[in-house]
């Protein structure tokens, strides 16, 4: 497998072409053993036919979630038992040419070791309705976080610390896997103490918001007949204007966040892997808020030496508000648009590639995913790469993947100008444009095998044994090069 580096802002591989990668979360939080009481860390229904069954749909990324928990139990005690057991699930990820990025996984500071979550006496609250909940009012979440970014010391050495030489020692392992992609350095860092007032800013900002439109929502409400009243009031509040207007409240804590404590932290962890590796892209993600639709402020990375980190690329998430809620499968487009709107603002700040480390978290068992297919089109549009939350036991065989495995170009030598799959007349379009004549292959991977290919360019369809799915591969020439796949034939009236 080639190196993937990044330019400007594409990923490109080792042989100069631009790569487009479609992926999925795999995250190991690990499982509670009502037995023990502790959680078990090897408790996983991962295996190489998973694996081979990605492939086949086309998924080449995976976004590989750690803990730190599991990592390092004691401070400098490194469990090489449970590093193994996840480098064997890259291993099988390379096999199938699955490039994998490692993410240090935690949510309201799970997943960070007992020994590093230092709560000021305060304890943890069970959460009453939703998970994330201990973001908003759980003051021992808040601590955790604040001697966190505060770097405060145990056994000696700081937290971030820690942190830093549990990565050295992480990446030292994984360095010279082939199919590594980069290091996704901490999932969704939230504020802490600052992060409870941004949720307080939020609810009256949205308070006062809503109560401005009551008009608009008792019209729909007085109109409802047989729809959900909820689902009606959501629809009510899909836009975009309305999602700024509420989140910008927490603005100016998120910017002071991002440049006072998340960017040296970015810096700190950076410098420490770039000690014993140059491979892999630092992907940096956004704070916990920005995901939804405040702005990002962290700086690129540029190290002590005046250098700027060339290998970065930005990973945000954007979830709409109806996540991890039985209204998950009605989540308003516009609203969803505001986040990735402000992400897009970012990317251009940065001058850097984008993949969208989690966005879907749809419930499976729907006919109808709309808000996917409208994700999935707005990533195209910007060539945006993309992992999905997430795979969980079934999912491979729900509607959700036959929506995520669409056509899309693998490998493009040049530049992509533009790449599209109408799902209305069932074709997928490709233009890209060399420079000069090139023997390097455009690479498009297709679901199934296409009822006609529409292109100036030479072309070999590679069947994907054991599936209907196939790789395409087509030779380029100097100047614009332009593909049709069209998968029914074109109905003349």
């Known amino acids: 497998m080639e190196r993937i580096y990044v330019k400007g802002t594409t990923f490109v591989d080792e042989s100069g072409r631009e790569r487009i990668f479609n992926g999925i979360n795999l995250v190991n939080k690990g499982h509670y053993d009502e037995k023990t009481g502790q959680m078990d860390y090897f408790n996983v229904n991962w295996n190489e036919d998973m694996f081979r069954r990605f492939s086949e749909k086309g998924i080449n990324l995976i976004r590989f979630g750690l803990v730190w928990k599991a990592i390092e139990p004691m401070p400098g005690i490194y469990n090489e038992e449970y590093l193994d057991y996840m480098e064997n699930f890259v291993d099988m990820a390379c096999k199938y040419g699955i490039y994998v990025y490692l993410d240090v996984h935690q949510d309201c500071f799970h997943g960070m070791p007992d020994w590093a979550t230092i709560t000021d006496s305060y304890k943890r609250r069970k959460p009453l309705i939703i998970w994330a909940e201990g973001y908003f009012i759980d003051k021992a979440v808040h601590r955790a976080f604040d001697n966190f970014w505060a770097n405060v010391p145990v056994a000696g050495k700081g937290l971030q610390d820690w942190f830093a030489d549990m990565w050295k020692h992480?990446?030292?392992?994984?360095?010279?896997?082939?199919?590594?992609?980069?290091?996704?350095?901490?999932?969704?860092?939230?504020?802490?103490?600052?992060?409870?007032?941004?949720?307080?800013?939020?609810?009256?900002?949205?308070?006062?918001?809503?109560?401005?439109?009551?008009?608009?929502?008792?019209?729909?409400?007085?109109?409802?007949?047989?729809d959900d009243p909820v689902k009606a009031i959501l629809s009510a509040l899909d836009d975009k204007s309305l999602v700024r207007e509420i989140t910008s409240s927490g603005d100016l804590i998120i910017m002071n966040f991002d440049v006072d404590k998340y960017y040296p932290f970015m810096k700190k962890i950076s410098t420490a892997i770039r000690e014993v590796t140059d491979k892999g892209i630092i992907v940096m993600e956004a704070s916990y808020y920005s995901n939804s639709s405040i702005p990002s402020s962290t700086p690129r990375?540029?190290?002590?030496?005046?250098?700027?980190?060339?290998?970065?690329?930005?990973?945000?998430?954007?979830?709409?508000?109806?996540?991890?809620?039985?209204?998950?499968?009605?989540?308003?487009?516009?609203?969803?648009?505001?986040?990735?709107?402000?992400?897009?603002?970012?990317?251009s700040r940065l001058g850097v590639p984008v993949i969208v480390g989690e966005w879907g978290g749809m419930v499976p068992g729907s006919d109808e995913y709309p808000h996917l297919e409208h994700l999935l089109e707005y990533f195209d549009n910007k060539h945006w790469s993309q992992t999905y939350w997430c795979y969980m036991d079934g999912l491979l065989d729900e509607k959700i993947m036959d929506i995520i495995c669409r056509p899309y170009p693998v490998a493009v030598p040049g530049e992509i100008k533009k790449y599209h799959y109408n799902r209305v007349t069932d074709t997928f379009t490709l233009t890209f444009n060399c420079d000069s004549s090139t023997r390097k292959k455009a690479v498009i991977y297709s679901p199934v095998k296409p009822y006609e290919i529409i292109s100036k360019c030479k072309y070999a369809i590679n069947e994907i044994i054991g599936s209907d799915s196939c790789q395409i591969t087509f030779g380029a020439s100097k100047g614009e090069n332009n593909i049709e796949l069209r998968y029914a034939p074109i109905l003349k009236e």
Do not use: M, W
Request: charged letters at 25%.
């Open 301 to 347: 990375i540029k190290y002590d030496d005046g250098k700027l980190e060339e290998n970065i690329c930005f990973a945000p998430h954007g979830y709409d508000i109806t996540v991890d809620s039985v209204y998950t499968n009605t989540a308003g487009n516009n609203r969803v648009d505001a986040i990735f709107d402000q992400h897009a603002k970012t990317q």
């Open 170 to 226: 992480v990446a030292t392992r994984f360095k010279n896997k082939e199919n590594l992609f980069g290091f996704d350095i901490l999932n969704e860092p939230f504020p802490g103490t600052s992060g409870g007032k941004v949720f307080k800013n939020i609810i009256k900002s949205g308070t006062k918001a809503i109560v401005s439109r009551k008009n608009q929502i008792a019209d729909v409400i007085k109109n409802i007949t047989k």
